[in-house]
């Protein structure tokens, strides 16, 4: 069985390769555009354990524990075999790498990083409708198909169709009306993770409400109390629910914005690691998001974990200084590496004083490299 | 063989729930108590990685990542399967789920939660007796049955038979004396963990100390320095003593109390995941304690990590005051997950002015929810 | 395959302990020195998840989460076995342990640490050649064989034959210039964990240079500008590169020393976990170097961590005052527990002034121990 799954990922990697791409030796100047057009679909398979696009449904059972052993201990043979030939039968000694391979894998991840793939991004502000003043909103629960890096599609599950769902973005003391529609084939219901409101609210079925069954909606209305920056995500299955989807962004800004620090531009970047593989929002490298900002502006990156395990996020040449956490306005402090774990919020802002492409990644570096070059967890930070 | 144990399990699910007790709607409306008596057994078989009570020898072994890995990647054919029932073989896609049937395991478990099942609890503050101004207690660790969950009992270790072992709670500047009498088949000894005492007395076996072996009796005496939330566990073979239940509670109370916040009422929660699987002080959720307050009144949690991995708490409803880590009162700042690494303590005062109940669990929510309803690391904070 | 791997590991420990060290009662006093010889090679076995020296190539691939999952899970019949012994048939059961060779292996542990086995250390502080005001370092990575416990050979990768790399360490201001020669089988390049650097510096291959390939060197120069406890490491397949050794410490010391606390004595702590096993400063206990200091001296701790696990090390016997995190100084505050993640590094202070020899070490203590005795990340601040 093991055996079969590594011939299987051999085949796939020289399908993605084509024969002329296996052992050609890239030119790597300085200058990645120069690289040839080279395969970053190994990337793609790595962010979900190895699986093909084609086994994408086996992908969600892979775990984050299964998936960081596949990296770690990897067989080296995996690289640079011709498709279809077995490894070296009583081999017991540690083969040369194939180092030219290793390199223009890892050159074909950042071009196609580089040039940002066109590919359906969540997380886009939610646009409402203002009723009797009640900012409404609709959110509907259903799977999908969903695109983790490029060509590469998922079970998932959404809300509105992408992952993460559109962020809500509300002022404090504004009433809040979410109307959810459940198109899964099972029970659901969403939590305002952070937000103070009524228990009725609180989105966790058999406790404070009925289960919101298949076809069924469910109307959610409270008052948005406390400023910051906070989540919503499924209550129920939710090990499963979440982590293939069912999660977004609640920003309630403060009223008296005096008490927070000044900031020119904004990005929320939500860390997910078991349904969707390795991802921050819903996209694995090389189809994260690039964030480019002018030099000299303050950049809030507000980091969410919605996965399963704890990400120490790592931003290249620049200190971040942690301004919040939870929503709740902290002593300020700096650092280069900040450690969420599931459930928890820092907004960190960067003075962004230095130019140039900054990569951000979780420093768990098996969440965002492999010997087929960068995956999972990985981003930039471009200060022009 | 997974094929084999697969089958073992939807057998003991299938003898749990009753032929009758499948497929069957569940009337869902709010109030829980309509609900018919479902079956929570398969929340007890998740807490310890699928193994049934009669297995419960083997749920030792069950390791953490294992346990998570069962969460993410189940089998849906596990749930609504007649007894008996082989997978449909040659099924490819996944099947639709029956989510009637996993609502009615979703009800079962919050129903016995919220009644609270009858359990022997450990953690009591422990009698001490004055012997010329000194206060003694009295530990003997030995192997019991220790009740995880209802009906679900598995080999532990335990101080005076409960899990967590009792609470030790003295005043700062008393003289304290410790008799520890080991009837376990191996040697072990006491660490003092986060107090202040002499090297002798620190319970490190070959270099503090030599181990207490096998009927013999180890006599600890210090005096409490440092006031603050620490514990007592085992150091020696410490992997497995301490996750099999060998710790506890050991509270110094500071002699002036001005310099800390002020609160109503308190409690500890002992965070455990390896030898008896995910758990509050000792018991999975259905069992776990739910805490009750009335409103207006501070809390004081004391969050204390005995196990293996980290663990992101997170509260429903409130904000938590982080006043003091590890014993030392520091800077408050407010969060609603805190994350609590093995070995670490943070004292957490919730001020309780949100009525109803909330939640109140590990957010690496595969410790805490499964398809087959909440399990493991689940409380709830109740508010009058 | 697994039953062979296991009877593998009864034949190693049986060689190692020698037939007549089995079943042998150790006279445990209060004294160490009166142990006799006893052995330790179990510990080094447990380090790398089981595998013994000759197995060494092997190792590598031993991921972090099997390797917890086999301390927790293990087969109490591996202790205490005769050699060649095949488990009882059809026992189900758990034996009686053999707690006397328990004692036995942990005193064994506890004695080869004090005596502190000679070995080769790395991360000692590197010699640089001033060239037109210029501090010039150089670096050489190539594989080497690295003595993780003793007589315990690991394949690794090495920056000047030492793992950690030798500490490089300069004044806020400096300008320093680091030659890298690669002498490795593939691609690599440096990355100044934490420094404000030029983006051309930085040290990521096909961003911001092209790799340096075998045979090939490449030259960094650079301002040292913020001051603290940095660190340098591989930035290409950087999960294998890192976790096998191509990591140090770049400590940067402030021009004006006023904002930072005074301290006696510094020592620097790296933590690892996947390609060496579980290690401080790439060594595993006993291997471990004791920190040996005088009552009253205040010591600096820099813990740094390169490995792809989180690590909450728990020193006994004093606080520590955290005083800084990835080298910006902090509002100090107290912990007896400090929870590193990967990429993070902390400025605790101790002030020694417990006489004793304490032990720290993770406090995830599968990282830490075994029913073998202490492994892993485990060493002793000795305060005399």
Redesign the interface.
């Known amino acids: 069985m093991a055996n079969t799954a590594g011939l299987s990922r051999r085949r796939v990697l020289a399908g993605a390769l084509g024969a002329g791409g296996l052992g050609v030796l890239v030119a790597?100047?300085?200058q990645?555009d120069q690289?040839q057009s080279a395969p970053y679909a190994t990337n793609a398979a790595r962010n979900t354990g190895g699986n093909a696009p084609a086994a994408a449904?086996q992908a969600?059972?892979?775990?984050?524990?299964?998936h960081?052993?596949a990296?770690?201990?990897m067989d080296p043979n995996a690289i640079g075999q011709s498709a279809g030939t077995a490894p070296a039968s009583g081999a017991?000694?540690?083969p040369?790498?194939d180092?030219q391979m290793?390199?223009q894998m890892?050159?074909a991840g950042?071009?196609a990083f580089?040039a940002q793939p066109k590919t359906l991004r969540g997380g886009q502000r939610m646009a409402y409708t203002m009723q009797d003043g009640v900012k409404v909103f609709n959110l509907t629960a259903k799977p999908v198909q969903w695109e983790v890096t490029p060509g590469q599609m998922i079970?998932a599950y959404a809300y509105n169709g992408v992952v993460p769902g559109p962020e809500i973005r509300v002022t404090q003391g504004d009433t809040v009306r979410v109307i959810l529609k459940n198109e899964l084939?099972?029970?659901t219901a969403i939590?305002w993770?952070?937000l103070?409101?009524?228990?009725?609210m609180?989105g966790?079925?058999?406790?404070?409400?009925?289960?919101v069954?298949?076809g069924e909606s469910f109307t959610y209305e409270f008052t948005a109390r406390?400023p910051g920056s906070h989540m919503y995500h499924s209550h129920?299955?939710?090990?499963?629910q979440?982590?293939k989807g069912l999660l977004g962004a609640f920003i309630i800004e403060p009223k008296d914005k005096s008490a927070y620090p000044t900031f020119d531009k904004e990005y929320t970047m939500i860390l997910g690691d078991?349904?969707l593989g390795f991802t921050l929002n819903g996209k694995g490298f090389p189809a994260t998001e690039a964030i480019t900002v002018n030099k000299g502006e303050k950049l809030l990156v507000r980091f969410m974990n919605e996965g399963?395990?704890?990400h120490?996020m790592?931003l290249?040449?620049?200190?971040m200084t942690i301004v919040a956490?939870?929503?709740?306005v902290?002593?300020p402090?700096?650092?280069?590496?900040v450690?969420v774990?599931?459930?928890?919020r820092f907004d960190a802002i960067v003075d962004c004083t230095?130019?140039?492409?900054?990569?951000f990644h979780c420093?768990?570096?098996?969440h965002?490299?492999?010997?087929h070059g960068m995956f999972g967890m990985m981003t930039?930070l471009i200060v022009k």
Not at 341 to 344: D, E, S, V
Not at 363 to 366: C, D, Q, T, Y
Not at 368 to 371: G, I, N, P, Y
Request: one cysteine or more; a negative charge.
């Open positions: 790597c100047g300085n990645v690289l449904g969600v059972a892979a775990t984050p524990a299964a960081g052993s990296m770690v201990g017991t000694a540690t040369a790498k180092w290793m390199n890892h050159a950042v071009k580089l079970d084939d099972e029970g939590h993770h952070g103070l409101i009524p228990n009725a609180d966790v079925p058999f406790i404070t409400q009925p289960p069954n298949p406390n129920m299955n939710s090990a499963e979440v982590t078991a349904g399963l395990m704890i120490p790592h290249h040449g620049m200190p956490q939870d929503g709740y902290n002593t402090y700096k650092c280069d590496t450690n774990a599931p459930g928890q230095e130019v140039g492409t900054w990569v420093h768990i570096l098996s965002a490299e492999s010997e930039a």
